[in-house]
Antibody, heavy 122, light 107 residues
Framework: QVHLVESGGDVVQPGRSLRLSCAASGSTLNLHIIHWVRQAPGKGLEWVAAESFDGISRYYSDSVKGRFTVSRDITTNTQYLQLNNLRTEDTAVYYC???????????????WGQGTMVTVSS | DIQMTQSPSTLSASVGARVTITCRASQSISSWLAWYQQKPGKAPKLLIYMASSLERGVPSRFSGSGSGTEFTLTISSLQPDDSATYYCQHNSRYPPSFGPGTRVEIK
């Protein structure tokens, strides 16, 4: 049974950077795609980014492309989301989630972490 | 990109009622559709994938149907624990996207 734990959320000013971590236990990251999904306060779910299980392909939503970067450290079984040039509209709970039941192009998310809060405010 | 819509945005029903939520995609996604349940302060939970396959451990009162552009999530007999927000999500291709959610309340 895989277990995901996010960390790294904080209160930061616009334009600053932050790195979120998603630590996996019970499974190895290189067998799955890990996605990042965020939820602004009182709002719905928004997919943000993902990295393929082999670390070769990375996917981003238009709203974060060029500012956010996904990466992974297989030795520590941890996935990272680097958030640069943060904007107030990036304020949200950030979840990491494991991809499953793929269409061959994209996944659904069968396991989620508890989320980490990022607040961007001056 | 594929846009997802849901209706209604909110519904209120009594315990034991049959409840149906509709999700529509802006273009055909075959059966690449999932449903999630989210309770306040918690992460979403996968209920249904591939439009009609029940995730392990999910009660059988939940069911999904549809293909192409129109899908439904049905709760056959609403229980107090089902009070939550429900989201559909397509996984046809990148970027995956979610519907805006349907809040289900118990009368």
């Amino acid at each position: 049974q895989v277990h995901l734990v996010e960390s790294g959320g904080d209160v930061v000013q616009p334009g600053r950077s932050l790195r979120l971590s998603c630590a996996a236990s019970g499974s190895t990251l290189n067998l799955h795609i890990i996605h990042w999904v965020r939820q602004a306060p009182g709002k719905g779910l928004e997919w943000v980014a993902a990295e393929s299980f082999d670390g070769i392909s990375r996917y981003y939503s238009d709203s974060v492309k060029g500012r956010f970067t996904v990466s992974r450290d297989i030795t520590t079984n941890t996935q990272y989301l680097q958030l640069n040039n943060l904007r107030t509209e990036d304020t949200a709970v950030y979840y990491c989630a494991r991809g499953a039941y793929t269409s061959g192009y994209c996944d659904v998310f069968d396991t989620w972490g508890q989320g980490t809060m990022v607040t961007v405010s001056s | 990109d594929i846009q997802m819509t849901q209706s209604p945005s909110t519904l209120s029903a009594s315990v034991g009622a049959r409840v149906t939520i509709t999700c529509r995609a802006s273009q055909s996604i075959s059966s690449w559709l999932a449903w999630y349940q989210q309770k306040p302060g918690k992460a979403p939970k996968l209920l249904i994938y591939m439009a009609s396959s029940l995730e392990r451990g999910v009660p059988s009162r939940f069911s999904g149907s549809g293909s192409g552009t129109e899908f439904t999530l049905t709760i056959s007999s609403l229980q107090p624990d089902d009070s939550a927000t429900y989201y559909c999500q397509h996984n046809s291709r990148y970027p995956p996207s979610f519907g805006p959610g349907t809040r289900v309340e118990i009368k």
